[in-house]
């Protein structure tokens, strides 16, 4: 049994329309917000999102573009990009019941302000519960119910046991945790990390280069989480470690599918959310003003800014100082 009956879903993406899917699995009543009227009806009318084809909709799931039917639900599953959080929680603010749990599923670092998921939301609404869900989970795998595990982390640990109570069943696992700063990082730094690990595929360098590239790169996240205060077992973990392993096997992530392109000397593939190219600047000058060193963020967000070519790039990393492994 759980308190949280009803979840609304704001952001009818590929990611939203999966989490709809989970918590009507998971026997919740179910509503889905697309911002767009055309698109709520669209949904609607096919019972399937284009953004997530070959999904057929639960009927458990309502679909509508009406933002104060959606901030009814017990608890609110905000799933729209990390750079437009902000403005959907600003949005969603004046409309929600004091107390109501919303739980970032965005995985970056807002620009500009340098903030996490978490505290977008605690400053876009002061009266809400702002918890994280992330870790390794293409929306497509969620939405078809193969198995699948991820961190859900609120500062109130009741909360995340909560929450994950509502959204849990026999194919999709989420584990709870205190630990909202270091399940932010995994899901933020990840991204940029695997556009990294896509550069090294297109390029053709070989499978020890891709394990050289993941691991050291899980060294500079390990690196930027400590300075945070994040735990060894959330880094180490699903949102961490685990999405980390996902995200730079092979290009169904798109992060990986951009550094892919990237090392191929080909355009960036058009209408696909890269969420590490917007994350990699911000990652690098969040990483300094903590003293942290991360080479491979760092070469990210210089290929990506065009300062730098790749293969530069990779020689300055293959010729750094030569130092201890930590
Ligand atoms: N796709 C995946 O496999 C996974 C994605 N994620 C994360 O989830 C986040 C979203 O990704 P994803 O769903 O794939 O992206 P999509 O581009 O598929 O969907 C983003 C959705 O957010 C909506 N949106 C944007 N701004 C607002 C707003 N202000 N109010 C309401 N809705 C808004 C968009 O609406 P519109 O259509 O009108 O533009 C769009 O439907 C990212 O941070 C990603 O890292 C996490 C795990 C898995
Ligand atoms: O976060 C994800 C998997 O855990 C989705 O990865 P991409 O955003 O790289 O597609």
Redesign the pocket.
Request: glycine share 16%.
């Given at each position: 049994m759980t308190r949280f009956q009803t979840i609304s879903i704001?952001?009818?993406?590929?990611?939203?329309t999966?989490l709809a899917a989970v918590a009507a699995r998971a026997g919740r009543g179910v509503t889905l917000?697309?911002?767009?009227p055309d698109?709520a009806a669209r949904i609607a009318a096919a019972r399937e999102n284009p953004?997530l084809p070959g999904i057929p909709l639960a009927d458990s799931i309502s679909i509508t573009a009406d933002l104060a039917q959606a901030a009814r639900a017990a608890a609110v599953l905000i799933?729209?990009?990390?750079q437009?959080l902000r403005?959907?929680v600003m949005?969603l603010a004046p409309l929600l019941p004091d107390g109501t749990p919303v739980v970032a599923?965005?995985?970056?670092i807002e620009h500009g302000t340098h903030k996490f998921m978490t505290e977008v939301i605690a400053e876009a609404a002061p009266h809400a519960t702002a918890a994280i869900l992330s870790g390794p989970?293409?929306?497509?795998d969620v939405a078809r119910g193969l198995p699948t595990a991820v961190t859900l982390a609120a500062q109130d640990e009741a909360l995340a046991a909560d929450l994950v109570q509502a959204l849990g069943s026999p194919t999709f696992r989420p584990y709870h945790s205190t630990d909202v700063r270091g399940v932010e990082i995994g899901g933020a730094a990840k991204?940029v990390l695997a556009i990294a690990a896509g550069i090294v595929a297109g390029r053709k360098l070989g499978a020890s280069a891709l394990a050289a590239l993941t691991t050291r790169g899980f060294a500079e996240l390990v690196r930027l989480g400590r300075a945070f205060g994040a735990r060894g077992e959330t880094l180490t973990g699903l949102s961490g470690l685990g999405d980390l392993i996902l995200s730079c096997a092979g290009p169904q992530s798109r992060n990986f599918a951009a550094g892919l392109a990237l090392g191929r000397g080909e355009p960036l593939p058009a209408g696909k959310?890269a969420?590490g190219q917007y994350t990699a600047p911000v990652l690098v000058e969040l990483a300094a003003s903590r003293g942290v060193e991360m080479p491979v963020a760092q070469a990210v967000a210089a290929i990506l800014a065009g300062t730098v070519t790749i293969d530069a790039a990779i020689e300055a990393l293959m010729l750094r100082p030569f130092k201890a492994e930590e």
């Open positions: 704001i952001g009818a993406g590929a990611w939203g999966a917000y697309a911002r767009d698109h953004r799933v729209v990009p990390a437009h403005g959907a949005h599923c965005a995985k970056g989970s293409f929306a497509d991204n959310l969420e």
